[in-house]
């Protein structure tokens, strides 16, 4: 027993260098942001399918969303196809099944990071999301639409089972001795981030950009549809306000134009005949890293120490000033708070994460007694530095996500314009020049990595 204990030892240290085993992913994945941030072409983690990378589907999730940065809107498709179809093997019901603490094999005696990732439901929604804007800038509607249909019912599977995964994690709680209270002060911060959002999985972004693919296609009671969805999740954006009165007025939607029109400052967005429009999405900074926190819980050996994952140190975002030949024309007003929803998905979690950490920590305490007692205390030894050592929190996360959206949707005459953006926190500043035709729909998304400011563009007539 005690040899095939070291045996499993010596196995998980060679092949946990394929994965976030020993590093955490934060600390690996910190150099590829740098570099994005420097404008250079991050190199990549390593995403070849192997049976040693427990790490694959995050590894393709970054490189599709480093490349779409960049503008290798090709490569990005294809990367994300790639995650899309890791997804799709993963099941939707399987990956937002809160209350399973799984099959965790070796994990048992190692940790979390040894397991396969397999992403959460958020991030699931964000790859169709990303994919459908390579298609719309590649001016591909109809592959567009596909995408964002494909991510609404991912949100909708997932509301679905939303409600009674809460029951069962309820049950499993109340059969556990655990002192959750004192596991919840670790999470203060972050459950002040999450109660920002109803859940994790449901994206304001997404809905909105499904809204506008759907527009643009001509599709309106679609668009409507999905412009009240984005509304529900982001009430106070009046830019949203103004597009559900708009669609509500034209589809006839009298009860729903009358309430909101009831704010007299309300503008339905609808231009002059011979003005263009400026739709601008200003993804800012970076999803927040989980951090580690342990704690002793009572074994009847001893003491036995758990860590798991939070959240904390948010920070306050800054919006996108933007003016046209020195004249302001409006600043972005918050359509996501992606920092929020992995705070709330991790807040989801919490339960089964904690039980799960208990059932390995007492595993370990276990394999320690049983080593002392049939080794010695030599053997008993470097088992207790194994299990000192192996244990660590679960740190992976999709980390090039953005920290947050914001919105700004405005009209402008037909001609040529000198725009200015600014972060109005960090001072960050751009220039870009465009010709808006008449009747056009310009749709400029301007992502700000910390220090530099990443500029797209796509015309509609």
């Given at each position: 027993?005690i040899?095939?204990?070291?045996?499993i030892?010596?196995?998980?240290l060679?092949?946990?260098?394929a994965?976030?085993?020993?590093?955490p992913?934060?600390q690996?994945?910190?150099?590829q942001?740098?570099q994005?941030?420097?404008g250079?072409?991050?190199?990549?983690l390593?995403?070849?399918?192997s049976?040693?990378?427990?790490?694959?589907?995050?590894?393709?999730?970054?490189?599709?969303r480093?490349?779409?940065?960049r503008?290798e809107?090709?490569?990005?498709?294809?990367?994300?196809?790639r995650?899309l179809?890791?997804f799709?093997?993963?099941?939707t019901g399987?990956?937002f099944r809160?209350?399973?603490?799984g099959?965790q094999?070796?994990?048992l005696?190692?940790?979390?990071n040894?397991m396969?990732?397999?992403g959460?439901?958020?991030?699931?929604?964000?790859?169709?999301?990303?994919?459908?804007?390579n298609?719309?800038f590649w001016?591909?509607l109809e592959?567009?639409?596909?995408?964002v249909?494909?991510?609404?019912?991912?949100?909708q599977?997932?509301?679905?089972?939303?409600?009674?995964e809460?029951?069962?994690?309820?049950?499993?709680r109340?059969?556990v001795?655990?002192?959750?209270?004192r596991?919840?002060?670790?999470?203060k911060?972050m459950?002040?981030?999450?109660?920002?959002?109803?859940?994790s999985?449901?994206?304001?972004y997404?809905?909105?950009?499904?809204?506008?693919?759907?527009e643009?296609?001509d599709e309106?009671?679609?668009?409507y549809?999905?412009y009240r969805?984005?509304?529900?999740?982001?009430?106070?954006?009046?830019?949203i306000?103004?597009?559900?009165?708009?669609?509500?007025?034209?589809?006839?939607?009298?009860?729903?134009?009358?309430?909101?029109?009831?704010?007299?400052s309300?503008?339905?967005?609808?231009s002059?005949?011979?003005?263009?429009?400026?739709?601008?999405?200003?993804?800012?900074?970076?999803?927040?890293p989980k951090?580690e926190?342990s704690?002793?819980i009572?074994y009847r050996y001893?003491?036995?120490?758990i860590?798991?994952?939070?959240?904390?140190?948010?920070?306050?975002?800054?919006?996108?000033?933007v003016?046209?030949d020195?004249?302001r024309?409006?600043?972005?007003?918050?359509?996501t708070?992606v920092?929020?929803?992995v705070?709330?998905?991790?807040?989801e979690?919490?339960?089964g994460?904690?039980?799960r950490?208990?059932?390995?920590?007492?595993?370990k305490?276990e394999?320690?007694?049983?080593?002392y007692?049939?080794?010695?205390?030599?053997?008993?030894?470097?088992?207790?530095?194994?299990?000192?050592f192996?244990?660590?929190?679960?740190?992976?996360?999709?980390?090039?996500?953005?920290n947050?959206?914001?919105?700004?949707?405005?009209?402008?005459?037909?001609?040529?314009h000198?725009?200015?953006?600014?972060?109005?926190?960090?001072g960050?500043?751009q220039?870009l020049?465009i010709?808006?035709?008449?009747?056009?729909?310009?749709?400029?998304?301007?992502i700000?990595t910390?220090?530099?400011?990443?500029?797209?563009?796509?015309?509609?007539?």
């Amino acid at each position: 027993m005690i040899k095939l204990s070291f045996l499993i030892m010596l196995g998980l240290l060679s092949t946990g260098c394929a994965s976030s085993l020993w590093s955490p992913y934060p600390q690996q994945i910190q150099p590829q942001l740098q570099q994005l941030d420097q404008g250079q072409t991050p190199q990549l983690l390593y995403t070849q399918s192997s049976a040693g990378n427990a790490d694959l589907l995050l590894n393709l999730l970054e490189k599709a969303r480093f490349a779409q940065i960049r503008g290798e809107t090709a490569l990005s498709m294809l990367t994300f196809e790639r995650a899309l179809a890791e997804f799709d093997d993963n099941d939707t019901g399987a990956i937002f099944r809160l209350s399973d603490i799984g099959s965790q094999g070796v994990a048992l005696v190692t940790n979390d990071n040894v397991m396969p990732y397999r992403g959460a439901i958020f991030e699931q929604v964000f790859a169709h999301h990303f994919q459908a804007l390579n298609y719309l800038f590649w001016k591909d509607l109809e592959g567009a639409g596909v995408e964002v249909r494909r991510g609404n019912l991912a949100q909708q599977q997932a509301n679905t089972l939303y409600a009674k995964e809460l029951e069962k994690l309820e049950a499993k709680r109340q059969q556990v001795p655990v002192d959750f209270e004192r596991a919840n002060h670790y999470f203060k911060a972050m459950d002040r981030e999450a109660a920002q959002v109803r859940t994790s999985f449901q994206n304001a972004y997404s809905y909105y950009v499904s809204a506008l693919i759907y527009e643009l296609r001509d599709e309106l009671d679609d668009a409507y549809i999905d412009y009240r969805n984005a509304l529900k999740l982001a009430p106070d954006n009046s830019v949203i306000q103004a597009d559900v009165l708009r669609l509500a007025k034209q589809l006839g939607d009298q009860e729903t134009a009358k309430t909101l029109q009831q704010d007299a400052s309300l503008s339905d967005n609808v231009s002059d005949a011979g003005g263009s429009e400026l739709i601008i999405f200003y993804e800012n900074g970076f999803a927040p890293p989980k951090q580690e926190v342990s704690f002793p819980i009572p074994y009847r050996y001893g003491l036995v120490a758990i860590s798991f994952p939070i959240y904390q140190g948010y920070s306050i975002p800054g919006s996108l000033i933007v003016s046209r030949d020195q004249h302001r024309l409006g600043r972005t007003q918050m359509l996501t708070k992606v920092a929020s929803m992995v705070a709330k998905a991790l807040q989801e979690q919490r339960v089964g994460l904690i039980i799960r950490q208990l059932g390995r920590a007492v595993a370990k305490a276990e394999l320690q007694r049983f080593s002392y007692d049939q080794g010695g205390n030599a053997v008993g030894l470097l088992v207790n530095l194994y299990n000192l050592f192996s244990e660590h929190a679960d740190l992976r996360s999709w980390l090039s996500l953005p920290n947050n959206v914001q919105l700004l949707r405005i009209h402008v005459p037909a001609g040529i314009h000198q725009l200015q953006f600014q972060d109005s926190a960090s001072g960050l500043r751009q220039n870009l020049s465009i010709d808006a035709p008449a009747r056009s729909r310009n749709i400029l998304r301007v992502i700000n990595t910390g220090s530099r400011f990443y500029l797209q563009m796509a015309q509609f007539y």
